[in-house]
């Protein structure tokens, strides 16, 4: 079965970059959307389909996808984005998400 | 703008059937764009997706699930439902209805369902 694998933990300073990366079998052929989970909350869509923004979700988040690898970025890390952050994808009608990573801003 | 919300029993029993309804506001479940989810998230866990329906009835589970799993949806109350048979301790979660079936920008806040006796 399709599997996507994520780091347990990444932790940054603020104002630094943090890269959360997302892989599993040929993942660059399939799109990916990225999800931010505050303790106690829904999760929030950042990145659907590998790249785009939805509404509202600032400018310092951005996405990619190639190979077997997609990739969060947050640019300017801030102290509100401390979070569990998912990736999940879709293979033949299947919908799996990572496991999550914990990001830490310290 | 879009609002799910959830209901339905906070304990269920083991062997019994666990069901939740999601309510939609502000837009009609009979949309010919959307698809709408089921997901749950084990407590201090990941998520895992459960299925989804489309509005003419027509559905997709999570293999790990299908045989335990009927999600119907009732387009005059602009609802759709999740039900799970043999339940266990093992699908004590918070459960999320969403709107979508490969992205989700729309959760419902999520209801706690406990597995016990």
């Known amino acids: 079965s399709f599997e996507l694998t994520q780091p347990p933990s990444v932790s940054v300073s603020p104002g630094q970059t943090a890269t959360i990366t997302c892989s599993g079998d040929?993942?660059?052929?399939?799109?990916v959307c990225w999800y931010q989970q505050q303790p106690g909350q829904s999760p929030v869509m950042v990145i659907y389909?590998?790249?785009k923004r939805p509404s509202g979700i600032p400018e310092r988040f951005s996405g990619s996808n190639s190979g077997s690898t997609a990739t969060l970025t947050v640019s300017g890390t801030q102290a509100m984005d401390e979070a569990d952050y998912y990736c999940?994808?879709?293979?033949?009608?299947?919908?799996?998400f990572g496991g999550g990573t914990q990001l830490t801003v310290l | 703008q879009v609002q799910l919300q959830e209901s339905g029993p906070g304990l269920v029993k083991p062997s019994q059937t666990l069901s939740l309804t999601c309510t939609v506001s502000?837009?009609?479940?009979?949309?010919?764009?959307?698809?709408w989810s089921w997901i749950r998230q084990h407590p201090g866990k990941g998520l895992e997706w459960i299925g989804y329906?489309?509005?003419?009835?027509?559905?997709y589970y999570n293999p790990s699930l299908k045989s335990r799993v009927t999600m119907s949806v009732d387009t005059s109350k602009n609802q759709f439902s999740l039900k799970l048979t043999s339940v266990t301790a093992a699908d004590t979660a918070v459960y999320y209805c969403?709107?979508?079936?490969?992205?989700?920008?729309?959760w419902g806040q999520g209801t706690l369902v406990t597995v016990s006796s």
């Open positions: 969403a709107r979508g079936a490969y992205h989700y920008p729309y």
């Open positions: 502000g837009g009609s479940i009979s949309n010919d764009n959307y698809y």
């Open positions: 329906i489309y509005y003419s009835g027509s559905t």
């Open positions: 040929k993942l660059g052929d399939k799109y």
């Open positions: 389909e590998n790249t």
């Open positions: 999940q994808a879709w293979d033949s009608s299947t919908v799996v």
